[in-house]
């Protein structure tokens, strides 16, 4: 930063640039040791108007690169903080989908298992009434061939024929039977 006053003394040119901060702080810290040397060797300066407003100046100029030194600390502090909160729901994000896709593993692996089990009991229940069902029908089948009619009989076998005589017992009626069976005879 640099000021040019006119032969007249009035403030004709201020010339402003840009520094980086620490070439700031480097500058500054030089013209502190100046200073005191300065202040060492030569007796104190009086003030006039010009220093007055040249150190005003400054000291705005100054205050302006802080002020902008610190908006930028500030935005880049915002953005890093703003690219961690999306990285902290990114991660969670993450997180509860695989929570997600295992609880529905789980699930589905539970479902299955009492799938089994219901249809391996309803097969054994059906097994059973299966098993009573065929002893029921043999215990009807034997009782309706027993009730329905009875068969008793007799028959004399001799060497040309065959005598049969059978008696047949349906509830109250009986029906005999009786034949002469002749066997052929080859000669």
């Not at 150190?55 to 030194?69: D, E, H, M, N, Y």
Request: charged share 30%; hydrophobic share 40%.
């Amino acid at each position: 930063m640099g000021i040019r006053f006119c032969k007249d003394g009035n403030l004709c040119e201020i010339v402003i640039e840009e520094y980086d901060e620490t070439i700031l702080m480097q500058m500054k810290e030089e013209e502190e040791r100046k200073k005191k040397l300065e202040k060492l060797s030569s007796p104190p300066p009086t003030r006039t108007n010009k220093d007055e407003a040249a150190t005003r100046i400054q000291a705005w100029w100054r205050g302006t690169l802080v002020r902008r030194t610190l908006l930028h600390a500030a935005l880049r502090a915002w953005i890093i903080q703003s690219w961690w909160r999306l990285t902290l729901v990114r991660l969670l994000e993450k997180r509860r989908r695989r929570v997600l896709d295992y609880y529905a593993q789980q699930e589905w692996a539970v479902v299955q298992l009492q799938s089994w089990v219901r249809m391996w009991l309803v097969r054994r229940c059906y097994c059973r009434l299966l098993n009573a069902a065929r002893i029921i029908q043999t215990y009807w089948r034997w009782h309706n061939c027993h009730t329905r009619g009875f068969l008793q009989g007799s028959y004399e076998l001799t060497a040309t024929q065959l005598e049969l005589e059978l008696e047949i017992f349906l509830g109250s009626q009986i029906c005999r039977i009786t034949d002469c069976i002749p066997f052929p005879i080859k000669n």
